[in-house]
């Protein structure tokens, strides 16, 4: 029966063990996994953006040559976690049309546009430090396709994170000019870097039941804090501040404390009505139809393939 099924799966679950795509599995479960899964990869591709921006006027060929390896990379974190959302039972073509068509999400922290050289150093830094504070435990997540992505995923974004940080020190003992410039970037980037974690545990509808299922390891504000305690000490190191003046270090918790992000702001840039919402998605849009030919004459390619492997 159902309840033996559903009993089955907790058990598994409850065990550590992994859930792999022909195992049965709640309808929900099923259905959290897709929109997180789908909302991820879809970061990944639109997170392309940003940075993309920057290719054409990197300041050096070295600088050009990492930029581009970091951006080729977040397309492939893009397809494997499509591939990954398929295993599922849904189609890569549907979950871009829904991102396409606003029905699905993507990280907000894509929505702010990127002013400065030093803005590639501190996405490196501080947002896909963020990334990896959240996916290092998703490494351990209850479905088998989503773990083991993950994995691969961390890597790279630990080799991310590493590109800006040393970006930044470069900057950092560099001209005055080029001090602020770092600065001026950590001031813009810093809150929205803690949004990235989604919202305060207590408003944070989907937390309770995903960690149940233990497809998220930790709450939202959990991971804000270890990011928080993660990057303090690597701010005084590169020699800047975080623009928060309630950021003090608390001996009793061990930890240290912070101020409220700006949660209207959040929902406002979840709505669709960031900085660049509009842009971001127009990009995607046209190069989905630009790349109607590619898909078209791929398919056309594949399907002469098994004909005449058939015959
Ligand atoms: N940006 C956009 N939407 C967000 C964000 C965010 N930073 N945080 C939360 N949300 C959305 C959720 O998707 C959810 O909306 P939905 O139900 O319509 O999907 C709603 O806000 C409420 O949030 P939660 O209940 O806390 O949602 P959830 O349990 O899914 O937790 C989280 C959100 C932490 C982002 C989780 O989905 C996650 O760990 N995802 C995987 C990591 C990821 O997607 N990272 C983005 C890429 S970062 C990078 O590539 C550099």
Redesign the pocket.
């Known amino acids: 029966t159902i309840d033996d099924l559903e009993r089955q799966f907790q058990q598994i679950v409850e065990a550590d063990q992994r859930i792999e795509p022909r195992d049965w599995m709640p309808d929900g479960y099923r259905k ?1 996994l897709i ?3 789908a ?2 990869a879809h ?2 591709i639109i ?1 392309m953006q940003p940075e993309g921006n920057w290719l054409t006027r990197a300041p050096s060929l070295r600088r050009k040559a990492i930029l581009m390896a970091k951006v080729q990379d ?1 397309a492939g ?1 893009g397809l494997y976690l499509y591939s990954a959302t398929e295993t599922l039972g849904v189609d890569r073509a549907e979950l871009t049309e829904n991102l396409i068509e606003g029905r ?6 894509f929505n702010y546009p990127t002013l400065s050289f030093a803005d590639v150093g501190v996405i490196g830094w501080l ?2 430090g ?2 990896i504070c ?2 290092v435990p ?1 490494c351990r997540s209850s479905y088998g396709p989503y773990g083991r992505a993950m994995i691969r995923v961390c890597k790279e ?1 630990s080799f991310h994170q590493r590109q800006g940080f040393e970006l930044l020190m470069t900057m950092m003992s560099g001209t005055q000019a080029q001090r602020e410039m770092v600065q001026e970037s950590v001031n813009r980037w810093w809150w929205p870097s803690l ?5 305060p545990d207590d ?5 309770a039941q ?1 960690m149940a299922w233990r497809i ?1 390891r930790h709450t ?1 504000d959990e ?1 804000r804090q270890r990011f928080v305690d993660m990057s303090v000490p690597q701010a005084e190191i590169l020699g800047v501040t975080f623009p928060d003046p309630d950021l003090r270090w608390n001996a009793e918790r061990g930890s240290y404390d912070f101020g409220e992000p700006d949660w209207d702001e ?1 929902m406002q ?2 709505k669709g009505n960031g900085a660049t919402s509009v842009e971001r998605l127009k990009n995607r849009r046209s190069a989905h139809e630009n790349g109607a030919w590619v898909r078209a004459a791929a398919t056309a390619f594949a399907a002469r393939a098994a004909t005449a492997f058939a015959a």
């Open positions: 959290t929109r997180q899964i909302q991820h970061s990944e997170g977040e974190h699905q999400k993507y990280s907000s922290i947002v896909d963020a990334a959240n996916q998703l974004e949004m990235m974690f989604g919202p408003r944070s509808p989907n937390s995903s998220k939202n991971l959040f840039v979840v």
